[in-house]
């Protein structure tokens, strides 16, 4: 397939990825196979919880990931307080999809 | 009193090690500067050379230098870029939708800018990142940067830009403060000098040095104003991914590292 076909390549959506961290996070989320609230994410990652929002205000905006906000009792504390729980959306199992059949394409074409 | 003169220690070794680069043009300089004095000689062309011309040949010999070693390359680009082809890749002026989507009059208003400042987007390839004409408030982004990162880190990008507006005024006074040690301390130095040869290479070697430190103190100035509005979280994304897309991670004339950008914005996350 020609890299022109592949929509989210074409369209921009896919250079969001070209962020490591950003590209991390998306991977985590999918893996996890539930949402996921952002202390989770930057224990598992290594990222400051602050960059951690960041990437997820991003990801959120373009439509890769969806988040809502919950008050819950989290890590055995007393009291509720507000958590972001995020999942990946379909478009981002497509974006991926698309990185890596572009990835295929310039292999091909190198070899 | 320990952490303050191990601060004073941090900034002594930060300006030694940022100023190799210097140094070695300043070598250079002082090769390349005997070679237009020497070479000529060989095939009898001495009648080229004229003492009072002095200030030529080491103008000569430092844009030679700096070529060799791609120093004040990018700003010189986007210098020449702009001015040469600025007819043929017209900048386009944010629409009004574009100013509210990226908040460019929240950010101005929060700075306490009173002046308006107008944002430009510029298709011209020469052009290889954001610039600040604080002549005019007019801030100019690549077109590639606008597809290449998203709303949220242009916005940290705008917040920076911005910055440069914000803190003109304190980068002109330390030009001006500059520009009054290097004639106070060529004076000074000429006087005890052998030569006035070498006081002209002292005193551009100096404007140079002084130019650089001046740039990066500008450069950290306007983050840290950029990340008191917007918050540091968009640059040091940007800063990341430039790093990640391989772009230059030494400290060049103009610019402190992408790395020391990267942790003294970090510093403001906590």
């Known amino acids: 397939m020609p890299i022109m076909e592949l929509k989210f390549i074409v369209d921009g959506t896919a250079e969001l990825m070209m962020h490591p961290a950003r590209f991390q996070i998306l991977q985590y989320l999918r893996e996890a196979g539930e949402p996921r609230y952002v202390d989770q994410i930057a224990k598992a990652k290594g990222i400051h919880p602050r960059m951690v929002s960041h990437h997820l205000d991003v990801l959120e905006e373009q439509g890769l990931i969806e988040c809502k906000h919950e008050l819950q009792k989290v890590n055995g504390s007393n009291r509720e307080v507000a958590v972001r729980w995020s999942w990946p959306t379909d478009k981002s199992e497509k974006v991926i999809q698309d990185i890596k059949e572009s990835v295929k394409v310039k292999r091909n074409e190198d070899s | 009193m320990k952490i303050a003169s191990l601060a004073a220690l941090g900034v002594v070794w930060d300006y030694i090690y940022g100023t190799f680069k210097i140094r070695r043009i300043l070598l250079l300089t002082l090769v390349l500067f005997s070679l237009l004095f020497t070479v000529p000689v060989l095939p009898g062309l001495a ?36 001015v040469l082809l600025g007819w043929k890749f017209k900048p386009r002026e944010f629409t009004p939708d574009e100013y509210s989507t990226y908040g460019v009059t929240e950010i101005v208003n929060a700075m306490g800018i009173a002046k308006k400042v107008r944002v430009y987007v510029t298709p011209n390839p020469w052009i290889g990142g954001p610039f600040t004409n604080a002549s005019n408030n007019r801030i100019y982004l690549p077109l590639k940067w606008m597809s290449k990162f998203p709303r949220l880190d242009i916005r940290g990008v705008l917040g920076h830009e911005i910055g440069h ?17 290097i004639v106070g301390l060529t004076y000074f130095f000429g006087m005890y000098s052998i030569s006035w040869v070498v006081v002209t290479i002292f005193e551009l070697s100096l404007t140079f040095l002084v ?49 020391d950008r990267i942790a003294r914005l970090s510093l403001l996350l906590l």
């Open chain 2, 47 to 82: 009648v080229w050379l004229r003492v009072d011309l002095v200030y030529v040949y080491v103008g000569l010999a430092y844009v030679t230098g700096f070529c060799m070693y791609g120093a004040f390359r990018s700003p010189l680009k986007t210098l020449v870029g702009s």
């Open chain 2, 165 to 181: 507006v914000k803190t003109k005024r304190k980068f002109f006074r330390d030009l001006a403060i500059g520009a009054g040690g």
């Open chain 2, 211 to 259: 130019l650089t430190v001046l740039s990066w103190k500008n450069e950290t100035r306007a983050d840290s104003e950029g990340a008191r509005v917007t918050g540091p979280e968009a640059l040091i994304s940007v800063f990341e991914q430039l790093k990640e897309e391989g772009h230059r991670d030494d400290r060049s004339e103009t610019h402190p590292s992408l790395s």
